[in-house]
């Protein structure tokens, strides 16, 4: 991702789960799921998953043991 995305929003793993959403729309991911793909660790993507569900931005939905 761009630097200056980095400097807008304050965190990596933010932009990096942002961009991951952004650019497969229509696409479910499991919390593991991004972690992989991002690179980030596990509670990086957590924490980040929370706040933009918090925001409005992501829509949490649980099926069996994984969200």
């Known amino acids: 991702m761009s630097a200056s995305l980095e400097v807008l929003f304050s ?4 932009v990096q789960v942002l961009g991951l959403f952004l ?21 990086a993507v957590q ?3 929370e706040r ?7 829509v949490r939905s649980p099926e069996g043991n994984r969200v």
């Not at 965190?11 to 933010?14: G, I, L, M, P, Q």
């Open 11 to 14: 965190s990596t793993a933010r």
């Open 23 to 43: 650019l497969n729309a229509s696409k479910k991911f499991y919390q593991r799921e991004i972690e992989r793909q991002t690179g980030q660790p596990i509670r």
């Open 47 to 49: 924490r980040e998953v």
């Open 52 to 58: 933009l569900e918090e925001a409005g931005l992501l």
